[in-house]
């Protein structure tokens, strides 16, 4: 089984949009001087926010999404507590974000629900279950939904952890990888990228409750 810490960001409000990423590269790159976080985290795909062309229905509130892979579900909590994290990582945090990366970061097991390769761009729905529906059929439904884009190269879900932060109420966050973000945008074409999803959105998922990010990947590792 694969495990992920996957984070909603925002930025600090100081930041220019087009700034961020940057600085996000910039705090990555502490991570090096972090024996633990080269350790337990096997790989990094950060994510930005289209700033241009940005589909309909894609959130603008937030500024980035980061796919971590983790070496086991353990480290997911260890890596809060390891010393040099908080001493290198921690402090430079609020540069970059609008909070500690601790206050916005789900845990999730991942499955892979269509092969393929990840490209440089890759749309990501944050999705609250219903309270009409199980977890079982939520996940159930979730995992036979079809691809909604035929541009779409691979499809990822990943079920969340309880014992998330405050306002992060989601129960899965699914992938759909594209090869660019021109592929992105002429695929999910002018409407609302959310009346392809008539199923996830209006039965098994809480109406308004979705986050949809339309994103590019801005730095890798490795």
């Not at 983790?70 to 908080?86: F, G, K």
């Not at 129960?171 to 660019?180: G, P, R, S, Y």
Request: charged share 25%; proline share 5%.
């Amino acid at each position: 089984m694969n495990w992920k810490m996957i984070y909603l960001a925002r930025r600090n409000p100081a930041l220019a949009p087009e700034d961020f990423a940057q600085a996000w590269r910039e705090h990555s790159a502490l991570g090096r001087q972090c024996r633990n976080v080269q350790d337990k985290v096997l790989a990094v795909t950060q994510c930005a926010r289209l700033l241009d062309r940005v589909p309909a229905g894609a959130s603008t509130a937030f500024d980035g999404v980061n796919l971590l892979r983790l070496r086991d579900r353990q480290a997911a909590d260890a890596i809060w507590n390891d010393a040099e994290t908080l001493a290198i990582m921690r402090p430079d945090e609020p540069r970059v974000f609008d909070r500690y990366v601790r206050d916005f970061t789900l845990v999730a097991r991942e499955q892979v629900l269509r092969e393929g390769p990840a490209g440089d761009a890759v749309l990501v729905g944050f999705l609250r279950r219903s309270q009409r529906v199980t977890a079982a059929d939520f996940e159930r439904a979730l995992a036979q939904a079809a691809v909604p884009w035929p541009r779409v190269r691979r499809m990822v879900l990943n079920l969340v952890e309880p014992g998330r932060p405050a306002g992060y109420d989601f129960d899965a966050i699914v992938e759909w990888w594209f090869d660019d973000d021109q592929a992105l945008c002429a695929a999910l074409g002018a409407g609302d990228l959310r009346r392809a999803l008539p199923l996830l959105l209006t039965v098994v998922c809480e109406e308004g409750a979705s986050v949809f990010m339309a994103t590019g990947v801005s730095h890798r590792r490795p």
